[in-house]
């Protein structure tokens, strides 16, 4: 299967570079997964979608301010890192630019040395591992001294860093938000509980791979970066619970659907409590295993999150929501309108 079936053109003043002042006020196409019929709609009506009995999946993890700007002691050369994800202890495996500059044994200081950093080594995909020396509680340091590491697409800076982050956002350890989240309110959480559908979360932290084009020509040539996820034992009842009385298990984005698939495919179709690293990829000819609908955001053309929704509603069916979406003006990715795949 070709990368290329899953490309679309997209203007580029559709790509939404800040907020919605009001979340739930993003615009919400509603797509039938079976027939391919598209409803417009505001995303605080999701209510309406949903029926008592049906359960909400949520990914409660929390970005981190992962973006951080030192400089060389030896030369005073500039240099950014961004975290992807934490190896060990107070050691990371990060991007940095330019990475030429950063070679083994390389001391960074942040902060006019409230953080500081020596490069232990490369990773394979030609970022390094940094191991972080400071005093007190590195999450706090990182509060102080680090950015929000918003997607490259978005050239606007962020007046409040809370609206990269959902509001029910928890556990620390992302790279990236889990954007089809961004729409809720506490309000529109409490309103569909009032409707007897249940809320339940999950975590996956996720990583910057998730969001990158495919580079490969063909789909199979594609490799997938792991990301750590849990699922509690509370949660896996629940779901299995909602299943057993004819429920449906609805996810928030493609990181809990990724979660909860892997989940499945692990046990036979059934929830249980876990921890690990998933890298499933989801791309057309894929049986869902967990879910029955997705609430998720408009992807960039030819990424793997455009295939897993192409995987659940249909290639044909997708990209005529895509272009419908364009006709209309619908905002894309991370900051822009919601779809619901029912």
């Known amino acids: 299967m070709k990368v290329d079936l899953f490309d679309f053109h997209l203007p580029e003043e559709l790509i939404a570079q800040v907020p919605l002042l009001e979340r739930a006020e993003s615009r919400l196409m509603v797509l039938d997964k079976k027939t391919g019929d598209i409803e417009h709609n505001v995303f605080k009506n999701i209510k309406n979608y949903l029926r008592p009995g049906d359960v909400l999946v949520l990914n409660d993890t929390r970005v981190l301010p992962a973006r951080l700007f030192g400089v060389k002691e030896d030369t005073g050369a500039k240099i950014e890192v961004l ?174 659907t990724r979660t909860l698939e892997t989940i499945a495919t692990a046990n036979n179709g059934e929830f249980k409590a876990a921890t690990g690293w998933t890298n499933i990829f989801i791309y057309p000819g894929y049986e869902f295993k967990a879910i029955d609908g997705m609430i998720t955001n408009f992807h960039l053309p030819k990424s793997t999150l455009i295939m897993l929704v192409s995987a659940l509603a249909g290639r044909e069916n997708v990209l005529n929501a895509y272009n419908k979406a364009v006709e209309n003006k619908y905002r894309f990715f991370s900051f822009g309108d919601a779809m619901f795949i029912i």
Request: glycine share 10%.
């Open 83 to 256: 975290l992807l994800k934490q190896a060990e202890g107070d050691t990371w495996e990060t991007l940095v630019k330019p990475a030429k500059r950063v070679k083994q044994g390389t001391k960074i200081i942040f902060g006019n040395g409230l953080l500081t950093a020596i490069c232990t080594g490369e990773t394979d995909h030609g970022g390094r591992t940094l191991h972080f020396s400071y005093d007190g509680i590195f999450y706090e340091v990182l509060d102080e001294l680090g950015e929000m590491p918003l997607p490259p697409y978005i050239k606007e800076q962020l007046d409040d860093q809370e609206r990269y982050q959902t509001v029910y956002a928890k556990e620390r350890g992302s790279a990236a938000a889990p954007t089809a989240g961004l729409h809720f309110t506490e309000e529109l959480i409490e309103d569909i509980r009032k409707n007897d559908i249940h809320i339940a979360f999950i975590t996956l932290h996720v990583g910057l791979g998730t969001f990158r084009p495919v580079s490969a020509d063909s789909i199979m040539e594609h490799e997938m970066h792991a990301e750590f996820y849990v699922v509690s034992d509370g949660t896996a009842r629940l779901l299995n619970e909602v299943r057993e009385q004819g429920g449906r298990i609805i996810t928030v984005g493609t990181t809990s």
